[in-house]
């Protein structure tokens, strides 16, 4: 049990009379990339903000490294090292990549609550922040605003600011979502490396990207986990390729 | 960066250029004015944090405006009376020494803040506009009915309150007062901006989504936001009070509401230096255009749309410098 970071049990939730998530049953081990794949509308977003907190389950829980998070808003899991990406680029547009990210060691280190001393000139934050932004291949590119930056550039800031989350494990909602196939293939190594931080579980539509990097896989189809297991049992379930990957297998 | 900071140095400059010169030329009525605009800026510059960095559209500040007048008209007035201004809890006697009617203004105005903001942020958008609106007239009407403080007609104190080692009757004395107070909270406000608190309440003005995921909850730092911007409202009040020697439900009302942003939107929204510039301008269409004819606002209002159409930035995004940097 020890091994198992995130763990959901008997989850759902509906919207009316769609049963958007409908008794999922998942987990994350650490050191694995879990990847969840589904047809679009198989309610992996949903799935996703319920684990962030951004959403209430209405049934089931959720334990994150052996402490049940159903009450905690999603501030307060985010401080517990559960660190996300968006499917849509969501950053501080008029804030430069360095603030950005500066913004995300100041949600996990806390002391949000100083007002004098310039954030700028605060180097407990620019030094994690400046390291991350390396470490997520933007070097160079600290003092340009987010407005500015190229939307792959964008998704690396994204994951720059998941990892100055001091994460536990990463949630990357499309971490790939219109990138051109270079920028997926340097990302796929990014990813590569993400691994050794904390588990990720990830949600991708990029199937090269998916069976280059996953350890296992999930796949989700009308709210349901209709199969879990190593890439090769994946992409040999006759089900899985019936419902999801026969037009791509 | 540095252009930036040249240009607020130069705005500020600007106003206490026109108090002197006046006071050289010999028309103190122009440094009264000048100092009805230094107010009016230290009020905007209260807003701004709300408003420009915080992303609060309140249109209900005149309250803390008002609040911070009346604490300074109520407390000036028992002191002239000779009576106390509470006999129950306790005793408290009026005061007329602003150092000692600043903090009580601002206090008072950080606790009317503290309530007010902490149930009209459970909203936002245009709800948030209106129910700080619903606050700012609760007070207003409450200010009309209260006969104990001249209710309708006001508060008259005849005597200005006093400031240790200066004659606060002195235009351009009580300008100096009034222009140091607003540096000192332009210095306040450029320095809160930049610091860590400031970096939240920015991101979460722009995206509240990230905040979130950053672990941070928008809604303490909106508060306190809100907290000091009132506090420095209420302080700008307790100067209007004196500036006047009287005080009224007019302080309090919607119509100066509106008028302190536009203060803010007039000069630019989330600049340091945009209030200043906002209520200078302000009062000298007052003036010039107010000598014209009555309805001089017809024509602020339409130089209230020019901006928000063509200038976002406000005056301060036309000028040399002024052009948004981070």
């Known amino acids: 049990m020890s091994d198992v970071i995130l763990n ?11 049963k958007a998530t409908d008794g999922v049953t998942l987990d994350l081990r650490r050191g694995e990339i879990h990847a969840l794949i589904g047809p679009n509308g198989a309610g992996k977003s949903t799935l996703i903000k319920q684990i962030t907190g951004e959403l209430r389950q209405d049934r089931g829980t959720i334990t994150f490294e052996g402490q049940a998070i159903d009450t905690l808003d999603a501030a307060a899991r985010a401080r517990l090292g559960l660190a996300r990406s968006f499917q849509v680029s969501s950053v501080v547009p008029e804030f430069t990549a360095l603030e950005n990210t500066m913004l995300a060691v100041l949600g996990a280190g806390g002391g949000v609550f100083r007002f004098l001393r310039p954030a700028l000139q605060d180097r407990a934050l620019t030094d ?35 990892l100055a989350m001091r994460p536990r494990a990463f949630l990357l909602d499309e971490p790939m979502a219109g990138m051109g196939a270079e920028g997926a293939r340097d990302l796929t190594a990014i990813l590569s490396d993400l691994r050794a931080e904390a588990p990720i579980l990830l949600v991708e539509h990029d199937m090269d990207a998916v069976f280059a990097l996953a350890d296992r896989i999930s796949v989700l189809v009308y709210g349901r986990i209709i199969a879990t297991g190593p890439v090769a049992e994946i992409r040999a379930n006759p089900e899985v390729r019936r419902s999801y990957l026969g037009e791509e297998a | 960066m540095r252009r930036v900071a040249i240009l607020n140095a130069t705005v500020f400059a600007a106003l206490v250029a026109v108090a002197l010169v006046a006071h050289l030329a010999g028309a103190p009525y122009v440094v009264t004015l000048a100092t009805k605009a230094a107010i009016f800026a230290l009020a ?7 408003l420009g960095y915080g992303g609060m559209v309140s249109f209900g500040h005149a309250v803390f405006f008002g609040i911070g007048g009346y604490v300074t008209g109520i407390f000036a007035s028992h002191a002239a009376a000779g009576t106390p201004v509470l006999t129950f809890p306790f005793t408290v006697a009026g005061s ?6 600043w903090p009580m203004a601002m206090v008072v105005t950080a606790l009317a803040a503290l309530v007010i903001g902490a149930l009209s942020l ?10 700080t609106l619903a606050f ?3 007070v207003y009407y409450f200010a009309i009915s209260w006969r104990a403080y001249g209710g309708e007609d006001g508060l008259s104190f ?12 002195a235009p351009l004395q009580f300008f100096a007062i009034a222009a140091g107070l607003l540096a000192l909270a332009m210095g306040f406000s450029a320095l809160v901006t930049r610091s860590r608190f400031g970096l939240a309440l920015q991101a979460a003005r722009a995206n509240r989504q990230r905040v979130m995921a950053s672990g941070i909850r928008p809604f303490a730092l909106q508060l306190t936001a809100f907290v000091l911007s009132a506090v420095i409202v209420g302080l700008a009040g307790s100067l209007y009070a004196d500036l006047n020697r009287f005080v009224s439900p007019a302080m309090l009302s ?4 509106g008028e302190i942003m536009v203060f803010v939107i007039l000069g630019g929204v989330g600049r340091l230096a945009g209030p200043v510039a906002g209520a200078g301008v302000f009062i000298l269409l007052e003036q010039v255009l107010g000598g014209v004819s009555e309805y001089w606002q017809a024509l602020l209002g339409l130089l209230l749309l020019a901006i928000v159409l063509y200038a976002p930035g406000g005056i301060l995004g036309l000028l040399p410098g002024g052009r948004r940097h981070v």
């Open chain 1, 8 to 18: 959901i049990r008997g989850l759902e939730k509906s919207f009316g009379a769609l």
């Open chain 1, 128 to 162: 994690p922040a400046r390291f991350h932004l390396e470490q997520a291949g933007l070097a160079g590119r600290e003092g340009v605003p987010a407005s500015t930056l190229s939307h792959g550039e964008r998704r690396r800031l994204e994951i720059a600011m998941a």
């Open chain 2, 158 to 169: 005849y005597v200005r309150n006093s400031f240790p080692g200066l004659n606060t009757f």
């Open chain 2, 122 to 131: 459970r909203t936002s958008g245009v709800y948030f506009i209106m129910v």
């Open chain 2, 96 to 101: 007329a020494e602003m150092l000692g009617l």
């Open chain 2, 254 to 257: 919607w119509h100066m509401s």
């Open chain 2, 136 to 138: 700012a007239q609760m």
């Open chain 2, 44 to 50: 905007g510059v209260g807003l701004n944090l709300a």
